[in-house]
């Protein structure tokens, strides 16, 4: 299943954390539990304590444990689903299928299966936050968040979880067809921490 000169790195996230919320109080309410809240539309920051909030087009987020459990986002999903929130804040659920995709065949899976040029947003994107794009791949609607890492552009794709099978293994075939993917088998040991 594995190359060891893939030009692609393929890796399932989707054991991480994560919860959303949306409503015209949700952006002055995630500011208040103590997260970084980007400004702009379709835009995503990290924090120094590895939380992702995305935003999704303007009252819209989803919010993600990118370093492992953390109580804090324990304690927002608990207020999110036990509707302990402020007038205005509406819980989203999120059980998404995310994948990162990684390697120096990137772009060209990328062009060849989306009709989004992401090339210029790997210019813009930073390891801590910058665009994020909703659109379709494969005939699947995907969140993107394209970003630099330490071994070059990478991007993690929330996806709905009932097109898994279809989504990871048309990449995956498209991928093999341009030399090769690494499958990396992440450790989900730290998913069993403090935040159920």
Not at 35 to 43: F, I, K
Not at 85 to 104: M, W
Not at 127 to 154: E, F, K, Q
Request: net charge neutral.
């Amino acid at each position: 299943m594995s190359s060891p000169s893939a030009a692609l790195r393929f890796q399932d996230l989707s054991w991480r954390r994560r919860c959303g919320c949306k409503g015209p109080a949700a952006e002055v309410f995630l500011a208040s539990q103590g997260y970084r809240v980007p400004a702009e539309p379709n835009s995503a920051a990290l924090d120094a304590g590895g939380v992702l909030v995305a935003r999704l087009a303007s009252s819209e987020f989803l919010i993600e444990a990118v370093a492992g459990p953390t109580p804090r986002l324990a304690a927002l999903r608990s207020q999110l689903h036990e509707r302990r929130t402020p007038s205005g804040v509406y819980p989203v659920a999120r059980q998404d299928l995310v994948l990162e995709l990684g390697g120096e065949g990137l772009n060209v899976l990328l062009r060849q299966t989306c009709s989004v040029d992401f090339a210029p947003l790997f210019e813009q994107a930073q390891s801590d936050g910058g665009p994020i794009v909703l659109t379709s791949m494969i005939g699947v609607g995907v969140v993107a968040w394209p970003r630099r890492v330490a071994d070059g552009p990478a991007v993690t794709l929330w996806s709905d979880p009932s097109f898994a099978h279809y989504f990871y293994n048309t990449l995956l075939e498209v991928g093999r067809d341009q030399g090769g993917v690494t499958i990396n088998r992440a450790e989900r040991a730290s998913a069993t921490g403090s935040d159920t």
